[in-house]
C-alpha cells in the first residue's frame, strides 16, 4: 500500500490556530487597513507601525505583459518573481509559488529562502511569518522527503476581494502611501508521492500584494482568511 500524503502546507495552517493569531498580530497596520476598514479581517498593528498605511487603484492588467509570468530561477528551489506592476498578475505567479514545493530536490531551508525573493523590502510592511506558515516544518519536510512528495499547482482567477473594491470605491484617492493590494486567487494543487499521488485539490488565498509605481510588486503577506 502507498504511503499517504503528509498534510498540505494549506491543510496545516488551517488547523494551527495559534499560527494564525501569531501573525494576525504581526500583520501590521497596513493590512488593517486594507481588510479591517474594508470589514474582512481585524488585524491588530504592531507598535513600530506608521500611524496609517495606503493605497491606489490598481493599474490595469492591461499594462502588463501577458508574458510577466514566473520563471525558474537558476540558483534556486522557487521560481524568481515576476517583472510586473500588475498586483493580480503578481498574486497568481505568488500563488502557483505558495501551493508548489518538491522535497526531492530542495531543502526547507532553501524553498523558504526562494520565497524570501519574493518578499517586499519594506520590513515595516512585510509579513513573513505568514509566508513561512504556509510551508512544512523542517522536521515534517524531511519526513516528506523521504516519502518523495512533491506538489504541483495550477492557478484560476484573480480578483480584488469585494470589499476592498467597495472601499477603495468609497475614497480613491485615500490611501497612496503603502500600495499594498489584497488579492484572492483560486486554483488546484496535486500531490505526489512515492509510489502514489492525489487529484486537484481546488483551493483559494488571498494575497497582500505591494505594487509601488514605477517598481516591480513584491509580496507583502498571505491573511489567514479567504476573502471573496
Keep these: 500500500m502507498p504511503k499517504k500524503p503528509f ?16 501573525h ?12 479591517a476598514v474594508a470589514g474582512l479581517l481585524a488585524y ?16 490595469s492588467s492591461s499594462s502588463t505583459s501577458a508574458s510577466a509570468s514566473a520563471a525558474p530561477h537558476a540558483d534556486s528551489a522557487v521560481a524568481a518573481p515576476p517583472k510586473t506592476s500588475d498586483p493580480i498578475v503578481f498574486a497568481k505567479a505568488a500563488t502557483k509559488v505558495l501551493w508548489t514545493y518538491d522535497t526531492r530536490s530542495s531543502s526547507q531551508a532553501e524553498h523558504l529562502a526562494g520565497l524570501k525573493e519574493w518578499m517586499t523590502s519594506e520590513k515595516k ?27 504541483s499547482a495550477t492557478v484560476g482567477e484573480g480578483h480584488f476581494p469585494q470589499a476592498f473594491k467597495s472601499a477603495l470605491a468609497q475614497d480613491p484617492g485615500a490611501i497612496t ?18 509510489g502514489s499521488g492525489a487529484g486537484a485539490e481546488s483551493r483559494s488565498i488571498t494575497l497582500a500584494v505591494q505594487c509601488r509605481p514605477h517598481r516591480n510588486c513584491a509580496l507583502v503577506g498571505v491573511l489567514p482568511s479567504v476573502a471573496p
Design 125 to 151: 510592511y512585510a509579513d513573513w511569518t505568514s509566508v513561512t506558515d504556509q510551508v512544512p516544518s523542517l522536521v515534517l519536510w524531511s519526513r516528506m522527503h523521504d516519502n518523495q512528495q512533491h506538489a
Design 177 to 194: 502611501e503603502a500600495y499594498v493590494y489584497a488579492v484572492t486567487v483560486t486554483g488546484k494543487q496535486s500531490i505526489t508521492w512515492k
Design 44 to 59: 491588530v498593528t504592531r507598535p513600530e507601525s506608521p500611524a496609517s498605511a495606503k493605497v491606489t487603484q490598481a493599474p
Design 7 to 22: 498534510p498540505s502546507s494549506g491543510e496545516r495552517t488551517h488547523q494551527a490556530p495559534a499560527s494564525v493569531l501569531r
Design 24 to 35: 494576525a498580530a504581526i500583520g501590521g497596520v497596513v493590512l488593517a487597513v486594507l481588510l
